[in-house]
């Protein structure tokens, strides 16, 4: 069986959807001998920002001299990219041999039942464990693929439980409620963790868990405050104080919404040093000026100037619309979106339509997706708006349309970020 091969029997676990619920993932990590057991997790969930917390925390650990694996989902280009160590996706060949090695347990989960074949994250996530074992990591920064207490990955007791901002999405799985969202979140908050969030509506609900785990708890904009000093193009400088002191850092990520995550992720560091594990000044402002995460209000052209950005939900789409009125001011931008159908779409275009001059509605390479036709429906009120076919063609007919001092913004979900970068030829 070769890499291509593999990738198609692993997509083709889809097919057995979402499982909420930590039965299967137990028996098959048992099965290969609990990897995870023993690791060291800086585990992170939350509705946005997770993925950004996540690259700024791996990479300043690196920098601190720790081996360092990261599980992220979803991909935006290669499957590869879901698991690193040290900065690096996994091989071609260890997708492949994890793979081969994982048939034994999964023939044995499904010799009774079908319906007990670990699904496609149940089974990338016992890839990520086994993938960390196997390379000795010091640490583990790991985000949640939906939720958290019934997660695939809430088998790990994490060192440091974060929760990013809390806001209503997968309302058909996790709740109606932000307050029945957030207590999903906080089921990765376990009687070892230390925990990071951030000032919101759903802090009461992790307040109540944090006492009923007598675990203590950092609030960013309560215990720990981000303030930034200076930003352009090239990036932005942010000053974090709180018991420790202050930290002044210099991301590359554009976006005032990387303010807070920033801020979160230093505010973790700062646990995972109360914890025991060494973490210099040094390492927290070069990893941090050093991370690199694909997709985040990323330039990846200058004529036109290209943003990729991976706003997937309202919330990221209000932030994403804020931002760039704040780095772009007074520019209208020929937008080019796909948006994912389990969205808010009236939501997303009022947040994205009133900076746009022109929209590109597309659909992007899933079966999950709207359709053109109802995405640019949804923005006409706002700007004048075409249907394309595909990601490619939208932003090929949007360069066409370009001038060379015009924006172009490609956003409206990992999707479609991912097959934009793809297109243009960009490496996450």
Known sequence: MDYQTTLEHLYRLERFGIKLGLDNIRRLLSLLGDPQRGLKVLHVTGTNGKGSVCAYAASVLRAAGYRVGLYTSPHLV?????????????????????????????????????????????????????????????LAVVEVGMGGRMDATNVVDGLVAVITRVDLEHT??????????AREKAGIIKPTSRVVTVDQE?????????????????????????????????????????????????????????????????????????????????????????VRWAARMEIVRTSPLIVVDGAHN???????????????????????????NDKDLPGMAAALGPMARRVFACRPKTHRAYDAEEVAAAFRPYADSSVMGSVRE???????????????????SIYTAGEALDHLGVRP
Not at 172 to 181: Q, S
């Open 78 to 138: 290669r499957f590869n990219e879901r698991i690193r160590v040290d900065g690096e996706p996994i091989t071609d060949d260890d997708v492949l041999r994890l793979w081969s090695g994982m048939q034994p347990a999964i023939q044995r989960m499904t010799s009774t039942r079908v319906v007990d074949h670990p699904t496609f994250f149940e089974v990338t996530t016992a890839m990520a464990f086994e993938y960390f074992r196997e390379k000795k990591v010091d």
């Open 172 to 181: 058909e799985h996790l709740g109606k409620t932000v307050a029945r969202i």
């Open 202 to 290: 759903a802090l009461p609900v992790i307040e109540a868990r944090c006492r009923e785990l007598h675990v203590p708890l950092s609030v960013l904009g309560r215990d720990v405050h981000a303030e930034r000093i200076a930003g352009d193009l090239r990036g932005q400088a942010v000053v974090v104080r709180g018991a420790f002191g202050s930290v002044e850092v210099q991301t590359p990520l554009l976006g005032s919404f990387q303010v807070e995550n920033l801020g979160i992720a230093v505010a973790a560091l700062e646990e995972i040093r109360s914890a025991g594990l060494p973490i210099p000044d040094e390492a927290i402002r070069s990893g941090i000026a050093s």
């Open 314 to 340: 309202r919330p990221a789409a209000e932030a994403l619309g804020a931002s760039m009125a704040e780095t772009f001011p007074g520019r209208k931008a020929l937008l080019v979106t796909g948006i994912l």
């Open 394 to 412: 939208a932003i090929d007919a949007a360069i066409g349309a370009a001038r060379p001092d015009d924006l172009l913004l490609i956003t409206g």
